[in-house]
């Protein structure tokens, strides 16, 4: 069992920049698939950024390259994402995700994983 939890979240204006972190608890999650997804109000759950297993490669989705990066912290089994030039459309609830058997081609399916923070919120004004 590994237990999520997301911080970061905030208020902020169109242009600016946040930081979120998912800290992992009661497992180390350094092997594991961890991905990041938003639900915006109203609208389905979409995949941001994934960081694959052990290997450290990353995936984003369209609309953030370039923008954002997902990163690993092993030392404090946490993984963040740094998010820049943030826009009105990237304002939601962000969510941690973590499996451990996901296959590459399955990384951009909220089903797929097994374990889940609670999520955080992100507004930004435009």
């Known amino acids: 069992q590994v237990h999520l939890e997301e911080s970061g979240g905030r208020y902020v204006q169109a242009g600016s920049s946040l930081r979120l972190s998912c800290a992992a608890s009661g497992r180390s999650f350094s092997r594991d698939t961890v991905a990041w997804f938003r639900q915006p109000p109203g609208k389905e759950r979409e995949f941001v950024a994934a960081?694959?297993?052990?290997?450290?490669?990353?995936y984003y989705g369209d609309s953030v390259k370039g923008r954002f990066t997902i990163s690993r912290d092993n030392a404090n089994n946490a993984v963040y994402l740094q998010m820049n030039n943030l826009k009105p459309e990237d304002a939601g609830v962000y969510y941690c995700a973590t499996d451990s058997t996901i296959i590459l081609s399955s990384i951009f399916n909220p089903q797929q994983y097994d374990y889940w923070g609670q999520g955080t919120q992100v507004i930004v004004s435009s």
């Open positions: 960081i694959f297993r052990s290997y450290g490669r990353t």
